[in-house]
């Protein structure tokens, strides 16, 4: 059995539908669905199970959970909060911290598989460069709480000898498919094309930093499909342990991938510039790009689905007709 924490998220259920083509349905899914529509990303995937997070770590913290690797073959801990503009400090120690903690610990005990996502917020402003390189990790700086949160797990694995055991995935910015529930944390492409269908224009963020004209901001955009091969990878690559980034490899900017989604709509470029809101103006990251040598060290060599044909793919295959994966 494949447990998948936060499986019913934009990752997580990506992860699951991975796993489904793979003809795999033996998955425990672990999330918590509340009063949103999370629960629409599970309608048509196949899993055998579900509990919510709570449940899940109880059963794990009291030793009531099945143990023995010919139970729990791995886990992929994808569930977080992932909202950059988190302000409860106590509240993301709590959920990102502690928790991936009693995790690893009953994995690593338990000789199951341990895969975890971390994040590019870690590497902070991106002064020091992206590469996934655990000698690096208590020289990095998050600009958020978000970010500190993740960096806190990944120092301490290190710190206390289980990242030769596990694996941390430092995800950049992934869209795709069954990410509508993610409010203001929706990819740009999700938020362009609701913009587009209501107005016919995007609205990018203007640039508060010199050297950057306004939406020339860059990111490394990476699709969900690609995350989840990445991610996969190392469920095959047993040998593989420590860090490792998943990305594109390549720095777009903003204005690109705004140009990407009009024409995947046949739609004329209408960019409207607005101020970046003063909250965010001293946390924002100008520049990502992730180091993939590492990813490609292990094994990894599919090629990453190059920026406008993986738009096309979520504009036209899954915005345009309001389906999900597994709905294709």
């Not at 420590?242 to 739609?267: H, K, T, V, Y």
Request: glycine share 10%.
């Amino acid at each position: 059995m494949i447990v998948v924490t936060g499986g019913a998220g934009l990752i997580g259920s990506a992860v699951i539908h991975g796993l489904n083509r793979r003809g795999r349905d033996d998955i425990l899914v672990v999330d918590h669905l509340g009063s949103g529509e999370k629960w629409k990303n599970l309608v048509a995937l196949r899993f055998r199970d579900y509990l919510e997070k709570d449940v899940f770590l109880d059963l794990v913290t009291k030793g009531r959970f099945p143990s023995g690797e010919e139970e729990i073959e791995a886990i992929f801990h994808l569930g977080a909060c992932s909202a950059t503009t988190e302000r409860d400090a106590s509240y993301l120690i709590r959920n990102n911290f502690d928790y991936t903690k009693q995790l690893a610990l009953f994995a690593v005990k338990q000789g199951i598989r341990f895969i975890y996502a971390s994040s590019a917020a870690t590497y902070g402003d991106g002064i020091g460069g992206f590469r996934d390189d655990e000698a690096g990790l208590t020289g990095l700086h998050p600009l958020n709480m978000y970010g500190y949160s993740k960096q806190l797990f990944d120092v301490w694995a290190g710190a206390n000898g289980l990242l030769d055991r596990i694996v941390g995935l430092k995800y950049f910015n992934v869209f795709g498919p069954n990410e509508q529930h993610k409010g203001e944390m929706r990819s740009l492409v999700l938020k362009a094309y609701e913009q587009i269908v209501s107005s016919g224009v995007i609205r990018l963020f203007k640039s508060h930093r010199e050297g950057y004209a306004d939406g020339e901001q860059q990111r490394d955009f990476i699709y969900v499909k690609d995350a989840v091969a990445m991610t996969l990878h190392f469920l095959d690559n047993r040998q593989a342990s420590g860090i490792f980034n998943i990305g594109s490899g390549e720095a777009n900017s903003w204005n690109r991938l705004a140009a990407a989604i009009f024409r995947a709509l046949g739609r004329p470029e209408r960019i409207e510039y607005i101020d970046m809101p003063e909250a965010i103006r001293e946390t924002y990251q100008y520049h990502t790009r992730a180091d993939m040598a590492k990813l490609r060290q292990s094994g990894y060599d599919r090629e990453v689905t190059p920026l406008e044909a993986a738009v096309g793919d979520y504009v036209i295959n899954y915005l345009v007709p309001g389906k999900r994966l597994g709905e294709e």
